[in-house]
């Protein structure tokens, strides 16, 4: 098999604001419209650079794999064209799950983490919304065959039946101040969303009122636990 190379994709992305660089990532099939109140929030006092990951919002989907390491160089490589040395990292479900992919890979260029609604592998998940979502992968993949769109889900739904594959013992290596954050009600198991901040060191966790979506139908709580945060970090 031929092996596929492909030029650097250029990822689209909002800028705002001056100061440290504090890098959006979103969610799964969302793009980085998902932080509008954190843009508007946090660029008053940071560099806000809010990401369309590779095949969403709009940034290209290019030929690499569709892949959690595969967003986390993407993420490295548009932090050099940039010039940024290193950021402070958000990521939300997928984003918080590239953060801890990308923490590991590049740990000199994370001054901080904030991880909302991550999760190791598709355990971690509850069952009423992980089972729909491989029932709708496998309907999906039946498709990719004969059609763009079900392509299109099948990559989406793909990546969070067999993504991501973070033993927890690795999170042990992530160096950069860290915040976990998830709602009360998340589609993630608090007792996971516990065991990641329990396994990275000196980890603080955050247990919000809410869902999965804190950060957008809740932002000024969510905003005022991230800044707090941040507060008792120098830069």
């Keep these: 098999m031929k092996e596929v190379r492909e030029i650097d994709i250029n990822l689209y992305y909002q800028e705002k604001g001056k100061g440290t660089p504090f890098v959006l990532l979103h969610g799964n099939g969302e793009d980085s419209s998902y932080f509008r109140h954190q843009i508007e929030f946090f660029s008053q ?34 932090m050099d064209r940039l010039g940024i040395e290193a950021a ?10 590239i953060g801890m992919e990308f923490a590991l890979q590049y740990p000199e260029k994370v001054k901080a983490l904030i991880l909302n609604g991550g999760n190791l592998n598709s355990k971690g998940i509850k069952g009423s919304i992980q089972l729909p979502i491989e029932i709708g992968y ?29 033993p927890p013992q690795r999170l042990q290596a992530i160096q950069a ?22 396994h ?17 139908q809740a932002p000024e709580q969510f905003n005022r636990e991230v800044a707090r945060f941040l507060e008792t970090l120098v830069f």
Excluded at 52 to 78: M, N, V, W, Y
Excluded at 157 to 165: A, C, D, K, T
Excluded at 201 to 214: S, V
């Design 45 to 78: 006092r940071y560099q806000v650079i809010a990401v369309d990951t590779r095949g969403h919002g709009k940034s290209p989907r290019g030929a690499a794999p569709f892949t959690i390491g595969q967003f986390a160089e993407d993420l490295k490589k548009l």
């Design 88 to 97: 402070i990292l958000l990521g939300f479900s997928d984003g918080a799950n």
């Design 138 to 166: 496998r309907a999906a993949k039946l498709f990719a065959q004969k059609s763009a769109k079900a392509r299109r889900n099948t990559e989406m739904l793909g990546l969070m039946v067999h993504q991501p594959n973070i």
């Design 177 to 198: 101040p860290t915040l976990v954050i998830a709602g009360t009600r998340d589609m993630v198991k608090t007792a996971h969303t516990q065991k990641i901040a329990a």
């Design 200 to 216: 990275i060191p000196n980890a603080r966790l955050a247990i919000l009122p809410g869902n999965h979506f804190i950060a957008n």
